[in-house]
């Protein structure tokens, strides 16, 4: 039996944080610790060993999210994901240069918790400088043809991107990405997220 994933928590405020770990727990996961401040962040993240860590970007301290995830990225080389409140493109643009694994706005529900954590995972796994396949050699392969506004958000989605961050960036509407989600859907013959990551990781071996 696989053991659970654990997890690190960095959330300023304690009730969201133990609204997360409680989630989490009954989804199957292990909470590896919790911290509420960076200091105390910056502690754990090289004694508790996680598997992957949640980062709330804007922590009421001298350090935020992002400066604890370079330090996790110099030094520690596990996986993490953003929590915040806020989604302009200069808290994102900030927070790439981190090469996080995901990236979730609040309020969020456990769904897209869930799907943002596995998909952290698995990419985690794909080796470096492993290269994506191009949209070209993509239609060679799929049965329907992909437009390329539909091979942009399935790049987006393999960085992590959940649905409103994807309508926020392409400047359209969440139903227009449930849209364009459900056509990728169908023409790669898959149901979720996690299975448009793992066939585009098939196709680009």
Known sequence: ??????????EDDP????DIAESLKEIGYEIAGM?????????LVGAVN?????????LDSDKDGIQIADHIQKNQKFPFIFLTSYADRATIERAKHTRPMGYIVKPFD???????LEIALFNYDIPQGQKIITLEELNK?????????????I??????????????TNFVSLNTIKTHLKNIYDK??????TQVIAKMRDYSN
């Open 155 to 168: 790049l987006q989605v393999m960085d992590g991107l959940a649905n409103k961050q994807l309508a926020e």
């Open 35 to 43: 911290a509420y401040d960076a200091e105390e962040a910056l502690s």
């Open 50 to 58: 996680p598997d992957i860590a949640i980062l709330d970007i804007n």
């Open 188 to 193: 790669l013959g898959v149901n979720s997220r």
């Open 110 to 116: 456990e769904r897209d918790l869930f799907t943002a």
């Open 141 to 153: 392969k799929s049965t329907a043809q992909l437009t390329p506004k539909e091979y942009e958000i």
């Open 1 to 10: 039996m696989e053991k659970p994933k654990r997890i690190l928590i960095v």
């Open 15 to 18: 009730l969201i944080a133990e």
